[in-house]
């Protein structure tokens, strides 16, 4: 396990992912994912792995809403352990740059959705519970370090 300084988990967008596998619930808004953001004073704890190298183009493509950020973790102690890639939230126009309006539109617009990341907090948008319910039992099988 390792530790993030300088930023918070949050579910602040809503991912293509889970309307095409149909765990979005589109009418009550329960279709957020967790992603990063930075905060000052802010931190978490994680699970730090090595995965098999796909490329990152492999990898970017299956985090593609998110802009990937190397950064620094440490192991719970405190003491440094290292640097790995974070998924950290991101804008709608940055997804259009990198991945052109064309896949917005097939992957977004025409499912209904206006943005990914531009979600008030008064929108209502909740996390997807299928995907909620994933992160509670991985964060359980952690211990109490991850409970919050």
């Known amino acids: 396990m390792a530790r993030v300084k300088g930023f918070r988990r949050i579910f602040a ?6 309307i095409q596998r149909q765990i979005a619930n589109c009418e ?18 994680c699970t730090a792995f090595e995965v098999v190298d796909e ?9 593609e809403e998110f802009e990937l950020k190397f950064v620094e973790y440490s192991n719970l102690d405190g003491s440094p352990a290292g640097a790995g ?8 126009d940055a997804y259009v740059k990198q991945w052109g309006q064309e896949r ?3 992957l977004y617009t025409r499912k209904g959705l206006k943005t990914i990341w531009h979600w008030q907090l008064s929108s209502g948008l909740r996390p997807c519970a299928a995907y909620l319910r994933h992160c509670v ?7 109490s370090i991850c409970a919050a």
């Open 13 to 18: 967008h809503s991912p293509s992912i889970f």
């Open 28 to 45: 009550t808004l329960e279709m957020a994912s967790l992603s990063a953001e930075p905060m000052d004073g802010a931190e978490f704890v």
């Open 55 to 63: 490329g990152l183009d492999a990898f970017r493509e299956r985090e």
């Open 85 to 92: 890639l974070l998924c950290v939230c991101s804008t709608d």
């Open 104 to 106: 917005f539109d097939e």
């Open 137 to 143: 039992l991985a964060s359980q099988r952690l211990g």
